[in-house]
Nanobody, 121 residues
């Protein structure tokens, strides 16, 4: 079992910044992929940014230049730096961790409860 606790959300004006944190109960070096997803009201959840335990980053194209994902292995924490926020960024941001087992092949997926980000225009 992996517990993920998000923090850092809140209300911010358009153009402002927030840094979200996702603290893992497990060593993030043992997590194959960890990252952020968001769901706005009435919309499907979408991937924001992920990072693998080898350091490969996958960031949603439309967010490049404004969002950055990083990891602090010593703190078992993944961060999402969000700059120049827009009203369309308003959503519940959730952290997800995926652990892959090879023999037999199995994927474990864990989710945090999320942190709300609201951007006022």
């Amino acid at each position: 079992q992996v517990q993920l606790v998000e923090s850092g959300g809140g209300l911010v004006e358009s153009g402002g910044s927030l840094r979200l944190s996702c603290e893992s109960s497990a060593n993030i070096g043992s997590i194959n992929v960890i990252g952020w997803h968001r769901q706005a009201p009435g919309k499907q959840r979408e991937s924001v940014a992920t990072i693998t335990n080898s350091g490969t980053v996958n960031l949603r194209d439309s967010l490049k230049g404004r969002f950055t994902i990083s990891a602090d292995n010593a703190k078992n924490t993944v961060y999402l730096q969000m700059d120049n926020l827009e009203s369309d960024d308003t959503a519940l941001y959730s952290c997800n961790a995926i652990i892959r087992h090879d023999s037999p092949y199995q994927l474990e997926s864990y989710w945090g409860r999320g942190t709300q980000v609201t951007v006022s225009s």
